[in-house]
């Protein structure tokens, strides 16, 4: 769904500083080859993504739900020194690209790709977490949310994307409920009603909530 007229949407691109030309490579790429294409950060939330990561300047990251990388090798670009990404997709199919186009950036060393359920896999994560970008199977975004908690630092960040889901969060916006429009809507009232952390939900693309661990 389109919340913003399409030629401010233009001008807003125009804008924002283009891209890294390898991420542009992989965007063309997915859209050209990959199933599903739209679900890419894409270059708004691409920027978006490595300037709050600078800002953050995060030293481990936790993305759950890797695609085919972009968002990953963007959040990258605000690491601090000698800082890490883990990175989970359930989708073996991907992992040729990806891992392709983390070698091309040169993150091999920096970004940790980990194909499995992240259920199964985040917690046998030991490290303290920065910022987790959470932008996987919607139903599972509470569970996400409860499994990284507690190995979140005092400070941290987490950054969940898709929050609006075409709208479909306004009654007016759908015909009934279905399965993963109901799990949003959880999601949204539990991160918003939970005294531990502070809240804003951007309406970037399909809606970014932005939460912050007092």
């Known amino acids: 769904m389109d919340f913003i007229d399409k030629d401010l949407v233009k001008y807003i691109e125009s804008h924002t500083e283009e891209a890294p030309e390898l991420l542009s490579m992989l965007d063309r790429e997915t859209y050209a080859n990959i199933y599903m294409p739209r679900m890419l950060s894409g270059h708004l939330q691409g920027r978006i993504l490595a300037m709050l990561s600078n800002m953050i300047q995060p030293k481990v990251i936790l993305e759950i739900g890797t695609y085919t990388g972009y968002s990953a090798i963007s959040l990258a670009e605000g690491l601090a020194e000698n800082g890490k990404i883990i990175t989970i997709d ?75 889901w075409s709208g479909k969060v306004l009654e007016k916006n759908r015909k009934k409920i279905d399965k993963d429009t109901s799990a949003i809507l959880s999601f949204n009232k539990k991160v918003h009603d939970d005294v531990r952390v502070e809240n804003v939900l951007f309406p970037i693309r399909d809606g970014l909530m932005v939460l912050r661990k007092k």
């Open 90 to 164: 359930i989708n073996e199919e991907l992992e040729e690209l990806v891992r392709n186009y983390i070698a091309k950036a040169n993150l091999e060393n920096i970004i940790d790709y980990r194909v499995g359920n992240a259920i199964d896999v985040i917690p046998t994560i030991e490290d303290e977490l920065d910022l987790v970008f959470i932008d996987a199977d919607k139903g599972n975004y509470s569970n996400y949310f409860d499994l990284v908690f507690g190995k979140l630092k005092r400070g941290g960040f987490i950054i969940a994307d898709n929050v609006l």
